[in-house]
């Protein structure tokens, strides 16, 4: 009888997924970047630490990468902005989530280990590192009403740069300048004076 049943009236095959063990997983993997390391984090030690067998997980992620990544991001993936038209003070609030993010044990630990698994895996770029504030700094600039002489992308580029190496060489870590240091130098690079050609449009 069951098989004459409206199929919106029809129960799913199969045993339903259990919502509870992506936060555990996801928990358990942060907490083992940050005690132990990119190496150790494996699934299978994952496993172990938090009773999801290994299967479960890979249902869930296609690799033990994809797995490290969402973990490590996770705080990144969720920032949310909504540009007010300040300039200065919309980019003070992303870079400081943004730098919060990136140091976080998890993502300094996965950081390094990603970029050289990568090196041999090659992930399609659309692929490599599922997170971007950059459509939030786009969206902060366009609100501020700013129209800046160079690439939107290149100055992006320039600020993940520079955080990272806040993050992850010792000289600069050991400067500890303030956040409003990059703030400044953002804003003179979107907004020179005005008698002042951009390198970028004086070699066109």
């Not at 400081?96 to 399609?124: T, V």
Request: hydrophobic share 45%; glycine share 6%; aromatic share 6%.
């Amino acid at each position: 009888m069951a098989d004459h049943e409206p199929p919106s009236r029809r129960r799913p095959r199969g045993r339903p997924r259990d919502p509870n063990i992506e936060p555990v997983v996801l928990a358990t993997t942060r907490q083992l970047l940050g005690e132990s390391g990119f190496a150790a984090t494996t699934v299978q030690e994952i496993s172990r630490r938090c009773g999801v067998n290994v299967p479960a997980i890979y249902r869930r992620w296609p690799t033990r990468l994809a797995l490290i990544e969402e973990a490590a991001f996770s705080a990144l993936t969720q920032v949310t902005v909504e540009p007010t038209g300040d300039l200065r003070g919309d980019l003070r609030h992303l870079i400081h989530m943004f730098e919060s993010g990136l140091g976080a044990p998890a993502a300094r630990a996965a950081i390094p280990g990603l970029m050289a698994a990568y090196q041999h895996e090659a992930p399609p770029p659309a692929q490599w590192l599922q997170f971007s504030l950059r459509p939030h700094f786009y969206a902060i600039v366009k609100a501020a009403g700013v129209e800046p002489s160079f690439d939107l992308d290149e100055v992006f580029d320039a600020v993940h740069g520079i955080l990272l190496g806040r993050i992850f060489v010792p000289l600069a870590a050991a400067r500890h300048h303030p956040i409003d240091n990059i703030i400044e130098m953002i804003i003179r690079i979107l907004t020179p004076p005005a008698n002042t050609t951009s390198p970028g449009l004086a070699a066109r």
